[in-house]
């Protein structure tokens, strides 16, 4: 009996499935006019094909939002990686434009100035806490390097070797305030006139050049330079310009002179150390000037 019931589902089965073959196919006969069992059955279709399409293309949607966003966010980093790249690469050719200007000007100053043998050196260290007193150059014993040579760059003037080591010499600043960094002077006066530079003033980056006579004819203007009175820096260097003039209280015998340092003292990275003096000496010029 049971294979009987097995048998009779298996046929309504079967033609349930025939019924409905029939119904798609009738639905999908290309004809202008459709009966009203066609009409339902494709109403109900639509229906149940929108009800299902709209959360589908929601959640396909989303997952296209997601990817789209994950494009963005990658060519976001790599056009910020391309901007950091290219603003490493602009700021390292502006440095080295810069360097090849300095290198030029130094080029330039060597070999128009044939009165002094001068050697290029690099600025390799330099002291937050002495800033306006040492710095350390690359050149040392073995490039001949010695103890109170005069040091400049292509402005002036900064200072002398103030000690020697086989690779490297550290340089005293003409702002270092220590009562052994003063330099004979030489104002270019008619006459000339002598001095000594012996203070700094931080604040209003002036240095002072002392023991200076009241007869002195003196103005601000006019140029101060090394002076070979002390053996230690050839005549010619350099040093300032005066800008004010101040005369002691109490009629004392001496005036002081205040100079702007014509040499850039803050940004300094390479320097000529002044080996020598050539074709007459330092005594020589000092003389023929006077």
Request: glycine share 6%; net charge negative; proline share 2%.
């Amino acid at each position: 009996m049971f294979s009987k019931i097995f048998q009779n589902k298996q046929l309504i089965i079967i033609l349930f499935s025939l019924i409905l073959l029939v119904i798609v196919m009738g639905i999908t006969i290309d004809h202008q006019e459709l009966t009203w069992p066609e009409k339902l059955v494709k109403d109900t279709v639509a229906w149940m094909q929108g009800f299902v399409y709209r959360p589908a293309s929601a959640v396909a949607g989303f997952f296209k939002d997601v990817k789209d966003f994950t494009i963005l966010f990658e060519e976001n980093k790599a056009v910020k990686y391309s901007l950091h790249q290219y603003s490493q690469v602009v700021s390292e050719l502006n440095q080295l434009k810069e360097e090849n200007k300095r290198l030029k000007e130094m080029l330039d100053y060597k070999e128009n100035n044939g009165l002094y043998t001068l050697q290029v050196s690099k600025v390799i260290a330099r002291s937050p806490d002495r800033w306006n007193n040492m710095l350390v150059i690359d050149k040392g014993a073995k490039d001949g390097i010695k103890k109170d040579m005069a040091v400049i760059t292509t402005q002036g003037l900064i200072g002398k070797i103030y000690s020697v080591s086989s690779f490297s010499s550290n340089v005293q600043l003409i702002t270092d305030t220590d009562r052994s960094s003063f330099i004979f002077a030489l104002i270019q006066s008619d006459p000339i006139t002598y001095g000594v530079v012996e203070g700094y003033d931080k604040i209003n980056n002036e240095l002072s050049v002392t023991k200076i006579s009241l007869e002195a004819h003196i103005k601000p203007g006019q140029l101060v330079t090394t002076s070979n009175l002390g053996e230690v820096f050839p005549t010619g260097l350099v040093i300032g310009a005066i800008i004010r003039i101040e005369e002691e209280e109490n009629g004392g015998l001496t005036k002081t002179v205040y100079i702007t340092p014509a040499a850039d003292l803050y940004h300094i990275d390479e320097v000529f150390v002044v080996m020598k003096a050539n074709n007459q000496s330092t005594s020589e010029k000092e003389e023929d000037s006077e």
